[in-house]
Every structure is written in structure tokens, then in C-alpha cells.
């Protein structure tokens, strides 16, 4: 078995040809480089099976070769695919599980004898070793298809495998290339890519919790395990934000980076580190704007939704939501064109990097120290902010709604270093006030959005809009003063 180590990058057809005739790229490239034409056939069960078990099973053929090739398990770290590989040559076009036996790759149980082949990939792979800053690395520009029955996906992207040296060059060789022509880190496999063809499906929603951690982990080590969680959920839901495929990917992109500026902002707290703070300041500039994004969702779906719903043959209202809607889809532009940028790509890469370098830990502190004193200054803002339920005033309240989400985003990221039963019975207290919360701050951005809209012609619905939003204040009073009192007595979970 071996581990690849690699770094895929999706770029147009266009670029991918100005790349392979790029200087820069020539004289980096020791030796002469090669084409080779390479077709795959995919193998599953009619169900599946191996795709459930986070497996791919192919057959390529090379030359005159057919390989056979199983992977399985691994991971993807900002945007670094590293997997398992159990790789050798076989005598012809078809499975050969006595050789896939001796180079130790297993299959899950009982499905040998179902697998079909289920779709192919078909591409001509222009192939050059590299030598950048003391590494080797194998670039791959591949062009071609994947076909699925009688559908098929373009393959247009460059692939940077390491052969010798730091992963940490994969990114810094990406960044190189980035300069030369735009290119977006690529999350996903032509294996998946195949399968989505095969099944007609969408990417998934990435909605994962975070990967837990262990109480013997370094301080770094951990951050930096969360950091890569929190880019790999926000990769993995980029590509439906830019599809367009649905507004769920773009809520989940909102929610994994305001974890991950929570994550970085207890690192930088713990080491300050330049690199990370530059990159925590693009971040929040992100989240400014997925905020604006937010605003106009719950805008639409909810506040403006709930109103018409009382009035549903309201002219004046069905116009102020056209407009509302005109709004929310520019900020979706807007969002989308960001996610789609070099900017964007080139923070991701330097994420990448930052992860990826051989940094010792040089801190004493011990991750159970560090837990304790994040999740307790956590803890001291949201008591600190509390105390808007005496002075009933809606900037603190919206402080003490950011306080109470960074520390529920706190629990959630060391719950697995927590007492679960302890933590599960905080949280649901800890969420309800949250969501109260949350609510008198949609009210707040309606009244701030209302406002927007208003001229003279819609200025008799918005009258109306306000006169409704008043009439839910009452009632959003009382849930709060119950759940802060919920919350206030219920002992920490963190001891």
C-alpha cells in the first residue's frame, strides 16, 4: 500500500492550455515531459457499495497496460488529498482479485461478485516532473471526459502529486500557477465527479460535525485539525454556492466560516502568528459579507413570508417582496463572485501552506489547559452581556447573541474532550437561548432593511411591516427573559 499525496486544481480548458505553454512551468520541468492517454473503467455494485465505504475500484488503461487500483480511506485537507492505494499491473480487462489480494487491498464483504462497471473515465494527460523549492512533484494537466451511460462531465484540471519533500510545496507551487492563470482548488475526485454522472445527483450539503480530538493531542496539533475541518466543510460546500444548486450550501459556507474565525482566534490568542492573522482578517471580511447575504435570506424566507402569509392578496406587499428578492439574489451574486475568485482560491492555498508546515509546538500549555480557558472567557462574555436583560437594549443583546454563539461554536468544537451528557443538556439550553436571541436580531435587520425600501410609493406598506413586526416584541420579551433565566441557573459544562 502506498498514500498519495496530492493537490487537484480545476481550470478552464482555455488555461489549461496557456499553462502547458507557459514559460514558468518549462523551466521548471526536469526531463522532457509526456502524454499519455488514459481511460478508467469504474467498478461498484449496483447500490453502490463501495462509494458507501469511501472506496474506488478501476481498471486504467495505460499503453498497452491495464492497471488495478483500489482507494480507500484518507482525507482531504485544504484541499490536500491524501488517500490510501493499493496499485499493481494486471493481465487484461478484467477484475483480478488474486493480485489485489497480494498487494493488500479488501474489499468490503460480499460485494466480489456484484460489481458492473458503472462509469468511465476517459482524459490525455500531459505529464511533467517538477523540481520547486527543493520538492519533486509530478504536475498533470488532464483534459478530456467522464461518461456515465449516455451523460457526461468535462475533466479540465492540472494535478500536483508529491514525490519527494513537503506537502506545504504542493500550495506554494499552486500559488505559483495561480499568478499565471485562474484556477480554483478542486475538493472533489473524478471518482466522485463519476459518481454524481452515474446516480444524477448534486454535491451533497456538507454539514459534517467536526472531527473529534483527543486529550493527549499538542495544542497545535489541534488547532490545526480544526482549521483544516472547518476549510474542508466550506470547500465542500463552495461548489453548490457557485451552481447555484441551492440556498443551503451558502448557509452552511456562512456557518463553517464563522467557526473557523472562532478557531483562529483562539490560536492566535494561544501563538500569534502572522501568517494566521492575515489570514483570520480575510476571513471576517468573508463573513461581512455572507452576513449581508443572511440578513436578506430570513428577510425573504421568513419575516417578509410570515407577513404575507396574514395577508396574502396584498399587492403592496407581493411588490415589496419582488424587490426584497431582487436584493437578496444581488448579495447572492455578490457572495458567489467572491467564492469564485483568485482572492478567494489564493487564501485557500495559503491556508493550505500554513497547515501543512513543520511547525514544533513550542508551547508548555497542555489542549485540556487551553479548553478550559477558551470555553470560560466563552462563558464570562455571555454573562458579561446578560446583563441586557435589566437595561433592555438591543445593541447588548446582539452582543450577548455573538457571545452565546461563539461559545456554543467552543462546546461543539472540544465536545469530544467534554462530559457528552453534560454538554448535550448545555447545548439544547444554550441553543434555545441562541435562537431567542436570533430572532429579536432578525427583528432589528427588518426594521434596518424596511427602511431601505422605503419611498414614497411603498410607504403605506412599510408602515404596515413595522406595525406587524411590533406586535411580535412582546412576545419574543417574555421567551428571552425565560430562557436567560433557563440558562443562568444551569451549571457549566466544562469543570
Known amino acids: 500500500m502506498s498514500i498519495e499525496t496530492e493537490l487537484k486544481l480545476h481550470v478552464s480548458a482555455e ?12 523551466t521548471l520541468t526536469s526531463g522532457r515531459a509526456r502524454t499519455q492517454k488514459l481511460t478508467s473503467i469504474y467498478y461498484d455494485t449496483s447500490d453502490l457499495a463501495l462509494h458507501r465505504h469511501a472506496m474506488a475500484l478501476r481498471l486504467r488503461n495505460v499503453g498497452k497496460q491495464w492497471i488495478q487500483t483500489l482507494k480507500g480511506g484518507g482525507q482531504v485537507s485544504a484541499g490536500l488529498h491524501q488517500r490510501n492505494e493499493w496499485e499493481a499491473p494486471v493481465p487484461s480487462e478484467r477484475l483480478d482479485f488474486d493480485v489485489l489480494k497480494e498487494c493488500g487491498g479488501k474489499l468490503p464483504h460480499g460485494v466480489r461478485h456484484h460489481l458492473r462497471p458503472v462509469f468511465i473515465t476517459d482524459f490525455s494527460r500531459n505529464i511533467r516532473l517538477v523540481e520547486y523549492e527543493g520538492a519533486q512533484i509530478e504536475l498533470c494537466m488532464d483534459s478530456g471526459e467522464i461518461r456515465a451511460g449516455h451523460q457526461s462531465y468535462p475533466i479540465s484540471e492540472v494535478e500536483l502529486e508529491l514525490k519527494s519533500g513537503e506537502p506545504r510545496q504542493l500550495f506554494k507551487l499552486a500559488m505559483a500557477l495561480l499568478d499565471i492563470v485562474p484556477m480554483r482548488v478542486e475538493h472533489t475526485s473524478k471518482a466522485e465527479y463519476g459518481y454524481r454522472l452515474f446516480s444524477a445527483s448534486q454535491p451533497a450539503v456538507g454539514k459534517d460535525v467536526l472531527a473529534p480530538l483527543h486529550k493527549d493531542q499538542s495544542v497545535s496539533d489541534a488547532l490545526r485539525c480544526l482549521i483544516a475541518d472547518c476549510l474542508s466543510h466550506v470547500q465542500s460546500n463552495v461548489l453548490g454556492v457557485l451552481l447555484k444548486a441551492d440556498a443551503e450550501y451558502l448557509h452552511q459556507v456562512r456557518v463553517y466560516l464563522r467557526r473557523l474565525r472562532v478557531v483562529l482566534s483562539i490560536a492566535l490568542r494561544y501563538q500569534p502568528d502572522t501568517e494566521l492573522a492575515s489570514l483570520r482578517e480575510q476571513v471576517s471580511e468573508l463573513c461581512v459579507g455572507l452576513g449581508r447575504s443572511r440578513e436578506w435570506d430570513v ?40 467564492l469564485g475568485s483568485p482572492d478567494f482560491q489564493r487564501m485557500l492555498l495559503r491556508f493550505g501552506a500554513w497547515i501543512h508546515s513543520q511547525q514544533p509546538d513550542t508551547s508548555p500549555i497542555a489542549l485540556k489547559v487551553l479548553v478550559s480557558s477558551s470555553l470560560k472567557k466563552r462563558l464570562k462574555d455571555v454573562d458579561k452581556y446578560g446583563e441586557a436583560l435589566l437595561k433592555d437594549d438591543m445593541e447588548q443583546l446582539h452582543r450577548l ?77 417574555a421567551e428571552f427573559i425565560k430562557a436567560w433565566k433557563r440558562f443562568a441557573k444551569l451549571k457549566f459544562c466544562w469543570e
Not at 15 to 26: C, D, E, I, N
Not at 302 to 329: D, N, Y
Open 15 to 26: 488555461h489549461l492550455s496557456k499553462l502547458r505553454r507557459h514559460s514558468f512551468v518549462r
Open 401 to 477: 447573541r455573538i457571545a452565546c454563539k461563539k461559545l456554543r461554536y467552543c462546546i461543539e468544537m472540544f465536545d469530544s474532550l467534554i462530559d457528552r451528557k453534560k454538554s448535550k443538556t448545555y447545548l439544547g439550553v444554550l441553543t434555545d437561548l441562541q435562537d431567542v436571541l436570533g430572532r429579536f436580531n432578525d427583528h432589528a435587520v427588518a426594521q434596518r432593511l424596511t427602511d431601505s425600501l422605503d419611498n414614497k410609493t411603498r410607504h403605506e406598506v412599510i408602515v404596515l411591516i413595522r406595525k406587524e413586526l411590533a406586535r411580535d416584541v412582546d412576545e419574543l420579551n
Open 299 to 338: 428577510f425573504v424566507t421568513q419575516t417578509l413570508g410570515s407577513i404575507c402569509a396574514r395577508f396574502p392578496q396584498h399587492e403592496g406587499l407581493q411588490e415589496i417582496t419582488r424587490a426584497s428578492e431582487r436584493a437578496r439574489k444581488q448579495q447572492h451574486e455578490t457572495i458567489a463572485q467572491q
